[in-house]
């Protein structure tokens, strides 16, 4: 599965952003689908994932409250809205997918970069006045 994220820029502290990965090749409908973050000068961390059928997410607790994950099968995307930016959400985003859902009922797995097969290019939010 090859993934291309999209959606990401400049926003002001408070803003919503949403952010869009298309994916192609493979079955998109069978896999885990998530994405990640990375800092300028820090680890790469989980933010959310989503089971094959949408009916589990799993969030950060960062983001608990203020981001979104979605899926549409049909279209073969994954979305992230975020509401209520802050200036540490800045950070490239990455979206990421696995053929085994299975990745998904594990905490240590789920957040674990590693867990995942496929990977996005990323796309850069940057939340500034």
């Known amino acids: 599965v090859q993934l291309q994220a999209f959606g990401g820029g400049l926003v002001q502290p408070g803003g919503s952003l949403r952010l869009s990965c298309a994916a192609s090749?493979?079955?998109?409908?069978?896999?885990?689908m998530g994405w990640f973050r990375q800092a300028p000068g820090k680890e790469r961390e989980f933010v959310a994932a989503i089971s094959p059928r949408g009916g589990n997410t799993y969030y950060t607790d960062s983001a608990k409250g203020r981001f979104t994950i979605s899926r549409d099968n049909a279209k073969n995307t994954v979305d992230l809205h975020m509401n209520s930016l802050k200036p540490e959400d800045t950070a490239v985003y990455y979206c990421?997918?696995?053929?085994?859902?299975?990745?998904?009922?594990?905490?240590?797995?789920?957040?674990?970069?590693?867990?995942?097969?496929?990977w996005g290019q990323g796309t850069l939010v940057t939340v500034s006045s």
């Open positions: 990421v997918g696995d053929p085994s859902p299975s990745t998904l009922l594990s905490s240590r797995r789920r957040t674990t970069p590693g867990s995942y097969d496929y």
């Open positions: 090749g493979g079955t998109f409908s069978s896999a885990a």
